[in-house]
């Protein structure tokens, strides 16, 4: 069955700085992988997805990095804002959505 | 496109009592899923459906629970009878792809309380 863990569970970093949160799974064959993000009280937003046969996806001051033989993804935020404190999530599709529990991260002004 | 819709968007309700949630997928998207979300288990699937047709529902708690998609632009989530233990945030979301590929669109969810 497959796991999926994100570390650190929260973050709280001041504005402006560059930030790296991480996402891990245990069974390596996977179509894809998104990560998302939930602002509280609503629903899931997804932010990147990143196919098995790629090694990273852009949007914006987002990149997402995938290795899967090593059952890894990162999550990178350039010039962190306020405006990005949320929960991020990385789900893992290998024909399941499996969502890891979130990171918090808190950007403060 | 107004993205997933749920209705409603809060249910306070009493044990015993029947509740149903409702769910508009995206237009086009034939790929559809329940998701339950609390503080301790975080997001867990609980079915999915492909062109109207239930694919898993392995993760449905129990007979209380039951799900239909009667055609492709809407489905319920019904718990009879609701149990205290039920309340939680119940997320639709759907996609164009049920075998992964493209992007899961969420609704903004329904906040379920059991009291």
């Known amino acids: 069955k497959q796991e999926v863990t994100q570390i650190p569970a929260a973050l709280s970093v001041p504005e402006g700085e560059n930030l790296v949160l991480n996402c891990s799974f245990t069974?390596?064959?996977?179509?894809?992988l998104q990560w998302f993000r939930q602002d509280p009280g609503k629903g899931l937003t997804s932010l990147l997805l990143?196919?098995?046969?790629?090694r990273e996806q852009t949007s914006g001051r987002l990149n997402a990095s995938l290795d899967k033989s090593s059952g890894r993804s990162t999550l990178y935020i350039a010039a962190s804002q306020p405006g990005d404190s949320a929960t991020y999530l990385c789900?893992?599709?290998?024909?399941?959505?499996?969502f890891g529990g979130g990171t918090r991260l808190m950007v403060k002004p | 496109d107004a993205g997933v819709i749920q209705s409603p968007r809060h249910e306070v309700t009493e044990m015993g009592q029947e509740v149903t949630l409702r769910c508009k997928p995206i237009s086009g998207h034939n790929s559809l899923f329940w998701y339950r979300q609390t503080m301790m288990r975080g997001l867990e699937l609980l079915i999915y459906?492909?062109?109207?047709?239930?694919?898993?529902d392995s993760g449905m708690p129990e007979d209380r629970f039951s799900a239909k998609m009667p055609n492709a632009s809407f489905s319920t989530l019904k718990i009879q009878p609701s149990e205290p233990r039920d309340s939680a945030v119940y997320f639709c979301?759907?996609?164009?792809?049920?075998?992964?590929?493209?992007?899961?669109?969420f609704g903004s969810g329904t906040q379920l309380s059991v009291l």
């Open positions: 990143i196919q098995s046969s790629q």
């Open positions: 979301a759907s996609s164009f792809s049920g075998t992964g590929g493209e992007k899961l669109f």
């Open positions: 069974d390596s064959a996977i179509y894809n």
């Open positions: 459906f492909n062109n109207n047709v239930p694919i898993d």
């Open positions: 789900a893992v599709n290998d024909n399941m959505l499996t």
